[in-house]
């Protein structure tokens, strides 16, 4: 790799990271005589205009964002078929990696890095740019203990693909997702909040909230369960470290923190505490003091050789004053921050929260009030069992433990949506059916051979939003995961080597036999004969051979550059590279 260049500015020197939208090289800029981190996008992400165009706004818009927690974007440029980004090189490690290595983190090392993340949102919020894409494998902790945040263009241009993609590389992110992305709905800086959550949860516990056989069951978590408490994992942490977590990651944004401001200020709120008071602070979960700790004052002769030191009246009293304004000082401090953390609050009841399906939402309401719990008002929905108006569910859930005073959202049924059929396409089947069978219809199955990950829905019939009959069936198409994708064979026929490669490349096939042979067929440098005929369908990463014209070279054919392959875990993408070597038309004026 090394002694390449990209744009006759950027020499690659070393692979350095591979991630599931792209490869990270360690490169240099020779114009400013500095080393940089060189991030390419993976072919698949180059097919979509859509996706390039967010991709090339948003690094633009992050590249304007200066701040010590976020790494800088220093230029975004395209190569022939390569997008890249040049950023800021850390000296250091993804947290992603730490959290492997530790396990768990202590909670005060916690707290300072998600304090430093936070700090990065704040700015991008205000700058009207949501990240996304927060997880541990965004964020990178130098080696003087900084974190910084990254990958601000490509959380954005990547977020509507991120759960419903064929790249598996790509399904890491829906452990963090907020509900509304899982759901596909409206995202706000409200949904960085919650995926901050998530990643401070990990660090504390050294796993993830919510895991499961494939990422559809996981976003069904994020949608319907609560995060589990932390202090029950990890006992002995801060209380207060629980409640941030919760209002981090509420079900619906309005619940959570409005600004990410104010969850920095919960949180310097904690770092304070436990710099004054250490672990001393938390005892049993944080439910009590822990004053066995503190030694009792005593005034005490010394003993050594029978003296008794005398005292003088004035320094008598003085030492008095000063250790009584100690102990008045030290019971303040107590109060002031047991009262903080809520220590000398009345106690709160436990309730378990009854079923308020079936009900209306008035009944639920005033039942909630009984119970010291107040009742509000969540999404309206089309069910096939409940009548409109009528309650469908709640969160928390049914039966789920509650505090009194806690607020719980219920969801209205509309009624049946008759004459429209849901779009079950992209889901897993197991959803699709209960989906279904929520707008009152029938689904039969059929499991077909396909690429796409096992239980998927590939087809329906009647499509999604057409109307038909309610109670009629849905016939549907699901994936046995056990296929492999065919892409079509690019026409290679009088291009020249680069365009031959990028085609194959772009094609998603790997690049098979290279020959040359004397033929008049086509000029010298040009493809005359491929291996495998244009059109035909054949497997992903199928290598496609060809034969290059030796033929007299007219005027204009063929390139005297050379050609760079980069091969990103098997995705082979070929293009043209300057050789460093060779004099650019600056130097050579010279």
Not at 24 to 48: M, Q
Not at 160 to 170: D, L, P, Q, R
Not at 538 to 555: A, D, H, R, W
Request: charged letters at 25%; a negative charge.
């Amino acid at each position: 790799m090394s002694n390449k260049l990209l744009a006759g500015r950027y020499e690659l020197i070393e692979k350095i990271g591979d991630g599931g939208m792209a490869v990270v090289y360690k490169g240099k800029d020779r114009l400013l005589n500095r080393y940089v981190a060189i991030k390419i996008l993976r072919p698949e992400f180059t097919k979509d205009e859509q996706f390039i165009e967010n991709f090339r706004r948003e690094s633009q818009a992050a590249a304007g964002l200066s701040h010590p927690n976020i790494v800088g974007v220093y230029d975004v440029g395209k190569e022939g078929n390569i997008y890249y980004i040049v950023m800021e090189l850390i000296d250091g490690k993804v947290l992603s990696q730490i959290i492997k290595e530790k396990g768990k983190l202590d909670y005060k090392e916690a707290i300072h890095i998600i304090r430093q993340v936070a700090s990065a949102l704040s700015l991008a919020h205000k700058n009207q740019i949501v990240h996304r894409d927060i997880k541990p494998h965004n964020i990178l902790i130098t080696s003087t203990g900084v974190a910084k945040l990254a990958d601000f263009g490509i959380a954005k241009a990547v977020s509507a693909a991120t759960i419903v993609g064929g790249s598996n590389k790509v399904m890491g992110s829906v452990h963090y997702f907020s509900p509304e992305q899982a759901r596909g709905a409206y995202v706000d800086e409200r949904s960085d909040i919650y995926s901050l959550g998530i990643v401070l949860y990990e660090m504390l516990t050294g796993k993830v909230p919510f895991d499961g056989d494939n990422p559809v069951s996981i976003a069904l978590m994020h949608i319907n369960d609560d995060v589990p408490s932390v202090t029950e994992e990890v006992p002995g942490l801060p209380p207060q470290l629980e409640k941030i977590i919760r209002k981090a990651t509420a079900k619906y944004q309005s619940s959570r923190y409005k600004v990410i401001d104010d969850m920095i200020s919960d949180l310097d709120d904690i770092e304070f505490i436990t710099k004054v008071m250490g672990k001393k602070a938390f005892v049993d979960g944080g439910t009590s003091v822990n004053v066995k700790e503190e030694p009792a004052v005593h005034v005490k002769e010394p003993e050594k050789h029978h003296e008794k030191k005398k005292f003088k009246p004035n320094e008598h009293k003085m030492t008095i004053f000063i250790i009584a304004a100690f102990l008045l000082l030290a019971v303040a401090g107590v109060f002031g921050l047991g009262s903080m953390l809520g220590w000398f609050g009345e106690s709160v009841e436990e309730i378990q929260l009854p079923d308020f399906a079936g009900k209306t939402f008035e009944q639920a309401q005033e039942e909630g009030r009984l119970l010291g719990i107040t009742v509000v008002m969540g999404q309206e929905s089309y069910h096939h069992i409940y009548e409109p108006g009528q309650i469908i569910s709640s969160v928390p859930s049914a039966g789920s433990t509650i505090m009194e005073g806690q607020e719980v959202k219920v969801n209205i049924s509309r009624g049946k949506n008759k004459g429209v059929a849901p779009t079950l396409v992209g889901k897993d089947v197991n959803e699709a059916i209960a989906y279904a069978e929520e707008y009152g219809f029938k689904v039969n199955v059929t499991v077909i051979e396909s690429h796409l990950p096992k239980d998927t829905v590939i087809t329906q019939d009647p499509e999604g939003g057409k109307e038909v009959k309610s109670g009629t069936s849905i016939e549907i198409e699901v994936s046995d995961g056990k296929g492999k994708e065919k892409v079509k064979v690019p026409s290679l026929i009088g291009k020249t080597p680069d365009e031959a490669n990028a085609l194959i490349a772009e094609a998603g096939l790997k690049l098979g036999n290279v020959g040359y042979e004397e033929t008049d067929e086509v000029a010298q440098n040009l493809v005359f004969w491929q291996e495998i005929e244009a059109g035909t369908e054949v497997e992903k990463n199928t290598p496609i051979g060809y034969l290059i014209s030796k033929g007299e070279q007219p005027e204009g054919s063929g390139s005297g550059d050379f050609d760079m392959d980069l091969d990103i875990d098997g995705e082979q993408v070929t293009d043209k590279f300057v050789d460093p070597d060779t004099p650019t038309s600056a130097e050579s004026d010279e």
